[in-house]
Structure formats: structure tokens, C-alpha cells
């Protein structure tokens, strides 16, 4: 099974930058399609972005599209998630995710989830 460790997390000010790193081991990277998703304080764990193993299909919930990108480097073992222009309400402990890519699945639902990091806390202040 694959094990996923996340980095990159800080404390930012709002309209800053960061880049998430979310690095695998374990199993083939390739397998696996790749998500990240947050919880904020006191808060449910959302959704936030979805990449396909082959980075070929990539997903975003409307909170995070046009200022999130994620992506994936197959040769690396490693995905990411560029956050620009960074937001109070954006304040969360960000998780990866990984599924493996054989069967259909609803990127956006967590328990098509089988795999998790343990989190890395972005903080963004006023």
C-alpha cells in the first residue's frame, strides 16, 4: 500500500503563496489517482482538488478554482497543490489523499479515499 506524507503547510498572510507537497511511497505511483482536501476548525474535511494518475483529468471545488492548481510529477512519486492569492478562510489542515485508478469513482467524496497523509496545517492571517 502506498504511504503519503505532506509538506509545505505555514503561517501566510492573506494574498500570499504556497506550495503543498505531498510525496508517496510504498507502491507504484502511477496506480493512483491523487486528491487533496482540508479541514478547517471545527469544520467537516472538504474537498479542495483531484488529479487522475496520469494528470490528465484535474478537478476543483468553486471555493479554490482559478487560484489552486494542482499537479503531479509521476517521476518524482510526488503531487502538489500551488495555492495563490491565499485567504483567511483558507485556513485549514490540508490533507492528501490516493485511490487506486481501476474502477470509477466520485473524486470529491472521501471515501473513495483509501489512502491519507497525515496533514500539514496552512494558517492564512488578515
Known amino acids: 500500500q502506498v504511504q503519503l506524507v505532506e509538506s509545505g503547510g505555514d503561517l501566510v498572510q492573506a494574498g500570499d503563496s504556497l506550495r503543498l507537497s505531498c510525496e508517496a511511497s510504498?507502491?507504484?505511483?502511477?496506480?493512483?489517482?491523487m486528491a487533496w482536501f482540508r479541514q478547517a476548525p471545527g469544520k467537516e474535511r472538504d474537498f479542495v482538488a483531484a488529479?487522475?494518475?496520469?494528470?490528465?483529468?484535474?478537478y476543483y471545488a468553486d471555493s479554490v478554482k482559478g487560484r489552486f492548481t494542482i499537479s503531479r510529477d509521476n517521476s518524482k512519486n510526488t503531487a502538489y497543490l500551488q495555492m495563490n492569492n491565499l485567504k483567511p478562510e483558507d485556513t485549514a489542515v490540508y490533507y492528501c489523499?490516493?485511490?487506486?485508478?481501476?474502477?470509477?469513482?466520485?473524486?470529491?467524496?472521501?471515501?473513495?479515499?483509501?489512502?491519507w497523509g497525515q496533514g500539514t496545517q496552512v494558517t492564512v492571517s488578515s
Open positions: 510504498g507502491e507504484t505511483f502511477t496506480k493512483y489517482h
Open positions: 488529479i487522475t494518475w496520469s494528470g490528465g483529468l484535474i
Open positions: 489523499a490516493a485511490r487506486l485508478k481501476y474502477t470509477s469513482y466520485s473524486y470529491s467524496r472521501q471515501s473513495e479515499y483509501n489512502y
